[in-house]
């Protein structure tokens, strides 16, 4: 499964079946609900198709009339999630809104953003996902992809707020910084039950705060501005 397929439309990918009616459209919604829902708790080879046809309120003929096997569901899984989480980073991270924010308050955003990724509906599906990595299967390869697209427009934030005068954040040590963010967010999703973990506000805070300390970032406690 290469990254171009997986930058198309859900809709679109080989092995997902037309969907040219509003019901077969409302099926293939129903059974991404179920599968990312499943995936919550289980991993994908444990999850069964009569299982996942019950959940969605269909049956496994309803499964194979969308979807032409359970690989095929998961990427349909997969370029849904990247869709719907590209919306919410380039909403939260657009120039004119981060222009708008102190450079602390930049971060703040950038760390509430990915925390808002990396706990929502689509974490089972980011989980699989991941984990493929140490079976050989690095589906997680979009996801990477995405993360680096992530940073590098962190980056060119920080470049263009102090484009003509001096000081500011090294771009090398910014992306340094959101790979710092991504490894420790995805350590959460592999492990759970870590002493600070993704439910807490606790680790929103401590995620910021190891941002604010490598990038010299200080702030003021109170207001959370930069001095």
């Avoid at 092995?15 to 995936?39: H, I, T, W, Y």
């Avoid at 998961?74 to 989480?85: A, H, I, K, T, Y």
């Avoid at 950038?110 to 980011?126: D, E, L, N, Q, Y």
Wanted: aromatic share 8%.
């Amino acid at each position: 499964m290469g990254n171009t397929e997986l930058s198309a439309d859900p809709a679109a990918l080989s092995g997902v079946k037309p969907a040219n009616q509003a019901r077969s459209v409302d099926l293939q919604l129903r059974f991404a609900r179920a599968g990312r829902e499943m995936l919550e708790n289980q991993r994908l080879a444990d999850i069964r198709i009569p299982a996942l046809s019950k959940r969605a309120g269909s049956s496994i003929g309803g499964f194979y009339s969308r979807f032409e096997n359970r690989e095929v569901f998961f990427r349909f899984l997969q370029v849904s999630m990247l869709e719907e989480n590209r919306a919410l980073v380039d909403r939260a991270l657009a120039p004119e809104h981060l222009n708008e924010m102190s450079e602390v308050e930049v971060i703040e955003n950038v760390v509430a953003t990915m925390i808002k990724v990396f706990s929502g509906p689509w974490r089972g599906v980011m989980r699989e996902s991941y984990a493929s990595i140490a079976e050989g299967r690095d589906i997680w390869a979009p996801m990477r992809e995405r993360g680096r697209e992530i940073a590098d427009t962190v980056a060119a934030h920080f470049k263009e707020r102090y484009a003509g005068r001096a000081g500011g954040p090294d771009t090398g040590d910014i992306l340094f910084a959101m790979q710092m963010l991504f490894s420790a967010l995805n350590n959460d999703l592999m492990n759970p039950k870590l002493r600070y973990s993704i439910g807490e506000r606790a680790f929103e805070q401590k995620l910021a705060e190891m941002l604010f300390r490598f990038l010299n970032l200080k702030t003021d406690k109170r207001r959370g501005r930069r001095k």
